[in-house]
Protein backbone atom coordinates (compact mmCIF):
# COMPACT_ATOMS: atom_id res chain seq x y z
CA UNK A 1 0.00 0.00 0.00
CA UNK A 2 1.46 3.27 -1.14
CA UNK A 3 0.06 6.79 0.56
CA UNK A 4 0.24 10.16 -1.34
CA UNK A 5 0.10 13.38 -0.52
CA UNK A 6 0.03 16.53 -2.97
CA UNK A 7 1.58 20.08 -1.66
CA UNK A 8 2.30 23.40 -2.88
CA UNK A 9 -0.53 24.69 -5.35
CA UNK A 10 -2.00 27.85 -5.06
CA UNK A 11 -3.51 30.91 -6.82
CA UNK A 12 -0.40 32.68 -8.96
CA UNK A 13 -0.12 35.02 -11.89
CA UNK A 14 0.41 33.93 -15.05
CA UNK A 15 4.33 33.67 -15.90
CA UNK A 16 5.23 32.76 -12.36
CA UNK A 17 6.29 29.61 -10.97
CA UNK A 18 5.12 26.68 -8.76
CA UNK A 19 6.61 23.90 -7.31
CA UNK A 20 4.29 20.61 -6.37
CA UNK A 21 5.36 18.08 -4.13
CA UNK A 22 4.28 14.44 -3.85
CA UNK A 23 4.91 12.62 -0.46
CA UNK A 24 4.27 9.26 -0.45
CA UNK A 25 4.47 6.65 2.26
CA UNK A 26 6.44 3.22 2.86
CA UNK A 27 9.44 1.80 1.48
CA UNK A 28 8.38 0.65 -1.52
CA UNK A 29 7.67 3.96 -3.03
CA UNK A 30 10.98 4.13 -4.26
CA UNK A 31 10.10 1.40 -6.90
CA UNK A 32 7.39 2.85 -8.60
CA UNK A 33 7.31 5.06 -11.37
CA UNK A 34 5.40 8.41 -10.50
CA UNK A 35 2.88 10.43 -12.67
CA UNK A 36 1.40 13.99 -12.52
CA UNK A 37 -1.96 14.36 -14.31
CA UNK A 38 -4.07 17.35 -13.97
CA UNK A 39 -7.85 17.67 -14.40
CA UNK A 40 -9.57 21.08 -14.93
CA UNK A 41 -13.20 22.03 -14.08
CA UNK A 42 -15.48 19.71 -16.96
CA UNK A 43 -12.91 18.13 -18.81
CA UNK A 44 -11.06 14.33 -18.52
CA UNK A 45 -8.00 14.01 -16.30
CA UNK A 46 -4.04 14.63 -18.86
CA UNK A 47 -1.38 13.07 -18.63
CA UNK A 48 1.23 16.03 -17.48
CA UNK A 49 4.75 13.84 -16.70
CA UNK A 50 6.00 10.99 -15.25
CA UNK A 51 9.47 9.57 -13.96
CA UNK A 52 10.91 6.03 -13.52
CA UNK A 53 11.50 4.74 -10.39
CA UNK A 54 15.22 5.75 -10.34
CA UNK A 55 14.88 9.06 -11.77
CA UNK A 56 16.41 7.96 -15.18
CA UNK A 57 13.45 8.70 -17.23
CA UNK A 58 11.18 11.52 -17.50
CA UNK A 59 7.98 11.79 -20.20
CA UNK A 60 6.51 15.06 -20.74
CA UNK A 61 3.16 16.45 -22.05
CA UNK A 62 3.59 18.42 -24.95
CA UNK A 63 1.97 21.15 -23.08
CA UNK A 64 4.83 20.92 -20.27
CA UNK A 65 7.75 20.38 -22.28
CA UNK A 66 10.12 23.24 -21.66
CA UNK A 67 8.24 24.66 -18.69
CA UNK A 68 7.64 21.81 -16.07
CA UNK A 69 10.46 19.32 -14.69
CA UNK A 70 9.29 16.64 -12.52
CA UNK A 71 11.76 15.09 -10.25
CA UNK A 72 12.19 12.59 -7.76
CA UNK A 73 14.41 12.26 -4.08
CA UNK A 74 14.07 8.53 -2.90
CA UNK A 75 15.89 9.11 0.15
CA UNK A 76 13.01 11.59 1.26
CA UNK A 77 10.06 9.87 -0.60
CA UNK A 78 9.57 12.65 -2.52
CA UNK A 79 8.27 13.14 -6.34
CA UNK A 80 8.37 16.98 -7.40
CA UNK A 81 7.12 19.07 -10.24
CA UNK A 82 8.36 22.43 -10.89
CA UNK A 83 6.50 24.41 -13.36
CA UNK A 84 7.97 27.77 -14.88
CA UNK A 85 6.07 30.20 -16.83
CA UNK A 86 2.17 28.99 -15.82
CA UNK A 87 -0.48 30.01 -18.44
CA UNK A 88 -4.33 30.20 -17.40
CA UNK A 89 -5.11 27.15 -19.35
CA UNK A 90 -2.68 25.45 -16.47
CA UNK A 91 -5.61 25.47 -14.22
CA UNK A 92 -6.59 22.73 -12.61
CA UNK A 93 -6.42 19.81 -9.69
CA UNK A 94 -2.99 18.38 -9.79
CA UNK A 95 -2.35 14.63 -9.10
CA UNK A 96 0.60 12.41 -7.93
CA UNK A 97 -0.14 8.77 -8.89
CA UNK A 98 2.43 5.58 -8.06
CA UNK A 99 2.38 2.90 -10.65
CA UNK A 100 4.92 -0.11 -11.57
CA UNK A 101 5.47 2.11 -15.16
CA UNK A 102 6.20 5.49 -16.24
CA UNK A 103 3.19 5.24 -18.62
CA UNK A 104 0.88 8.20 -19.91
CA UNK A 105 -1.78 6.46 -19.28
CA UNK A 106 -3.86 6.93 -15.52
CA UNK A 107 -5.54 3.78 -15.96
CA UNK A 108 -1.14 1.68 -15.61
CA UNK A 109 -1.23 3.71 -12.33
CA UNK A 110 -2.13 1.69 -9.14
CA UNK A 111 -2.04 4.70 -6.32
CA UNK A 112 -3.18 8.39 -6.32
CA UNK A 113 -3.66 11.37 -4.07
CA UNK A 114 -6.16 13.84 -3.23
CA UNK A 115 -4.61 16.48 -5.38
CA UNK A 116 -3.85 19.95 -5.57
CA UNK A 117 -5.26 23.20 -7.02
CA UNK A 118 -3.45 25.04 -9.42
CA UNK A 119 -4.59 28.68 -10.18
CA UNK A 120 -3.53 30.61 -12.61
CA UNK A 121 -5.00 33.73 -13.31
CA UNK A 122 -3.70 36.42 -16.43
Known amino acids: QVLLTESGGGSVQAGASLRLSCAGSGRAFGGYAVGWFRQAPGKERDFVATISWNGESTNYADSAKGRFTISRDNAKNMVYLQMNSLKPEDTAVYSC???????????????WGQGTQVIVSS
Open 97 to 111: AAGPTPYYSPSLYDY
